[in-house]
DNA sequence: AACTAATTGCAAATAATTCTCAATCGCATT
DNA sequence: AATGCGATTGAGAATTATTTGCAATTAGTT
């Protein structure tokens, strides 16, 4: 069983809940690919394998995947709520190109301290960030 | 008349557009106060002085004001969209409490230079920044 | 005042998400 | 392996936020 179905279960068990099959096959899809998703793409790549999950199933499991700290919102930018799995991953910043819709990412330790930093004089515990910016990217830019 | 409607019915002209009256109680409206708002907020705001402004016109007045750069959409880590006046601001980041909803603004040019010089790196030209935190804060985390 | 294109409010349409509920499943205990 | 019970599921209805089509109205120009 691989790390991220153990933390899962373990989270599931203290809650009193089951490690389902729809619950794994949601959890194993996005697990397979490191891509953000809205809840359509991953309802999409779900389907093709199982015919057998709902929409609102996995309407339902995100917030469980959420609150395992498994995933994370992202991409807060875009219309339709975007997912990422987080587990494993250093945290990092997303721009957003407005013309190709190609997302870079980009780590900075430095930007975490400082946000940090902020969050401590204020006395506020941040639980997570949301870090983003719209633009155009470096292709884009050259065909206008 | 005021800066902001200066601005607004130049931007209106340009593009062949018209300073209409419910327009211009939108505008007025959302420069009343420096709350941030959704649009139902904005709607309830308008209707206590004026019956005749519809919920319809206030979704197509919004990308107007955006696109004039007078507001911006902010607290993206909230269900509904959110804006606020912008025009006349510092940029700043939000942190906002999950329990108790309160909304902290700080600003910080050291970030900002940080997002830019790492923008720089990937040249990627920059448009809007979308930054906030979620968390608890220092009162809600002395309740619990 | 007349003209013309932009604008409006309304109500219907769409889109995303949540809810309801009867049928099923997972797991602990026989 | 059968039983029991609460958690879970899929399907579709319901809800919420937003967008759209359209006939009537309005702003700004001639």
New binding site residues.
Partial sequence: MQEHEKIF?NF??I?????????K??LNTVFATHEHF???ELYDQIRKK???????????????LVESDLIKQSLRCL???HYEHTYGHDRHFHLICEKCGKIIEVESKKAENILNKLAKIHNFDIKEYNVGAKGICKNCRKKI
């Fill in positions: 279960e599931l068990k809650k009193d809940l089951k490690l389902t099959k729809p619950r096959i949601i809205s809840v359509d199982h015919k057998d999950v709902s929409r609102a199933t996995i309407y339902r499991t995100i917030p469980l219309a339709k709520d």
